[in-house]
């Protein structure tokens, strides 16, 4: 398999016979020769070379992210074949997971123990990207019986559902963190939702900028109420979508990720949660 581009001058080559017997051996002149002759059929030749860079599609994961005082965040805690480009958003989540629970912990806002919960909400997230990566390189396998399942794949990739089942995957919009709730929001990413703050337009994103999280009331206050004991570390907001309607009121950490959610006019379970990602009340 091979690419031009997208900078002009760069050729990308693939191959699928396996790793270089040497992983770290330089890529030379001759090696990208005879690929190109070999894929395109042409009597390519390749006169100089400015820079090449190897790469293979490894899929390795480290059993945990922490030990002690080490973390690893991004390519030290995985690495997958870079085809779809997930580990970009893998990585930089990995970060927004972990640096909001660093600094809590870092100014003796909470224990150490919190930072336990980036192995546990972020190695199931990486080991299913791992596993779609080792897919679709599967898939781009060149044989008569890959091709079958090639063309097969890409039909459920024509329909709707299909379409929004891999597109979600790939960006890992479906990302849904295990924090013991039974309410089908809690421990997903909450996107930029529209709000109501003192009767003025806002936004969810905009409330978060400075590193608090946020509780989104739609209990008419009562939620507020209790979350006004953790007011130096949670900002609330009055409820409000873009059609001026009420929705579930949510508990949104730091990192976007919703922490509790409850629909009508219930506060069960919030004094739990503010306790368990933020620590005893500040006043």
Request: hydrophobic share 45%; net charge negative; glycine share 10%.
């Amino acid at each position: 398999m091979m690419a031009y581009g997208p900078i002009p001058g760069r050729v990308f080559l693939a191959e699928f016979d396996g790793p270089p017997a040497d992983r770290s051996a330089p890529v030379t002149r001759e090696e990208i020769e005879s690929t190109l002759r070999r894929i395109s059929g042409a009597d390519v030749r390749v006169t100089a070379v400015r820079t090449a860079t190897r790469f293979t599609d490894n899929a390795r994961q480290a059993t945990d992210y922490r030990k002690g005082r080490i973390l690893l965040v991004g390519d030290a805690a995985h690495v997958h074949s870079p085809f779809g480009g997930q580990g970009l958003n893998l990585g930089l989540l990995d970060a927004v997971n972990l640096g909001w629970k660093l600094a809590a912990v870092v100014c003796d806002r909470m224990p150490d123990s919190l930072l336990d919960s980036y192995t546990e909400e972020r190695h199931p997230i990486a080991a299913k990207v791992l596993a779609n990566t080792r897919a679709q390189v599967a898939l781009m396998r060149p044989d008569v019986m890959t091709d079958a399942l090639r063309d097969i794949v890409a039909e459920l990739m024509s329909l709707d559902e299909g379409t929004r089942y891999f597109g979600e995957m790939i960006s890992g919009i479906k990302i849904r963190y295990d924090l013991g709730s039974d309410h089908p929001l809690v421990g997903r990413l909450a996107g930029n939702l529209a709000l109501g703050d003192d009767g003025a337009e806002t936004t969810l994103f905009d409330q978060m900028e400075d590193g608090r999280a946020v509780l989104i009331d739609a209990t008419g206050g009562a939620a507020s109420a209790i979350a006004a004991r953790w007011d130096v570390l949670v900002r609330c907001v009055p409820r409000r979508d873009a059609l001026g309607c009420s929705g579930p009121s949510l508990l949104i950490r730091p990192d976007a990720c919703i922490a509790w959610a409850a629909d009508d006019a219930d506060t069960t379970g919030l004094d739990a949660a503010l306790v368990r990602w933020f620590g005893p009340a500040t006043h």
